[in-house]
């Protein structure tokens, strides 16, 4: 049997554990598809599963990262939507086709399931997603669109659909707030960004251009300056990165009946501030909707790629490393130090 290398986590303590192994290239059965990856982008997810911060369950000896684009090698006898050649997306959840998700993490990849670190995977043909062959995107802004991308998709349309006109915040300069930025600038909202960094903010303006920047370390009630830049009304959507340590800005920024939608935990709470925010008291008199997120079904995938590739949407890669054990131990590395804008991502031989 011809082979191919596979990285896996044996034991969970450091990036360092990563280890390559030789193993035999899968078969695909009738409903399945080999596909050989191209690129794989990686998220926070990754890190934290690499060091046993995640906290839910996870496979053992786990195939990491969740997110590969590449291209159809073989089809099953029952396969009848793909062909050999085809560019494809691989799904998050490989169960998850419509609606939230009945088992979360146990049929997600990179995490209850095998993931995409490998040069050839086998996928379900029902969990994955083909790639208009005039789309303008590398593999790599390509690989982007499975987690940080619709999840982005989800928090701007899932719920509470963004209405061309309204305002969206994004917090820092990471890959799920940079591709929501590019999503709600082509369709019509008015963007702000918020970061600690005046270098990065310079950046995103450089390179994406919204509307408004605000550095909240020169300026800690952003929620004061946010609701200034709208007039006194209040951002429409805020994508919540932060958490507990900056969920009441949020509610502060929010307008009345506007969506903050949460999908990450990475601030903590101010000692200084001395007290947890009462958020229900403070949700309440906004009447704004909270919303937690994983990601998003296939269905959304779907109409992400959909729209991206007749828009022409192109996304922002900070780096690009090879597949090799080193290269790949330092693109989490460089994920973790925190210091990209856009995404990380890996080059597959």
Known sequence: MPQHTVFRFPTRTAFEDLTSYQEDIPTPS????????????????????????????????????SDA??????????????????????CFDLNRLYGPSKHPVATQAGG?????????????ASAVVKVPAEAPQSFSELATLVCTGVTAWNALFGNTQLVPGQTVLVQGTGGTSMTALVLAKAAGATTIVTSSSDEKLRMVKDKFNPDHCINYKTTPDWAAEATKLTGGKGVDHIIEIGGIGTIEQSLAAIARGGTITIIGYLAKLDPAQGHAPDIPVLALGKEAILRGIQVGPRCMLEDLVTFVSRRKLRFQIDREFGFGREDVVAAYRALAEGRHVGKICILVD
């Not at 006898?77 to 494809?88: E, I, N, P, T």
């Not at 209850?112 to 379900?124: E, K, N, Y």
């Open 112 to 124: 209850g399931l095998d993931g995409v670190m490998a040069q050839f995977i086998v996928r379900p």
């Open 69 to 90: 684009a590449g291209e159809i090698i073989q089809v099953g006898d029952g396969v009848v939507d793909f062909s050999k050649g085809d560019r494809v997306l691989t």
């Open 30 to 65: 009738a409903h399945e598809v080999l596909i050989k990856v191209r690129a794989i982008s990686l998220n926070s997810r990754d890190c934290q599963i690499a060091t046993s911060q995640y906290p839910f369950p996870i496979k053992e000896n786990l195939i990491p990262a």
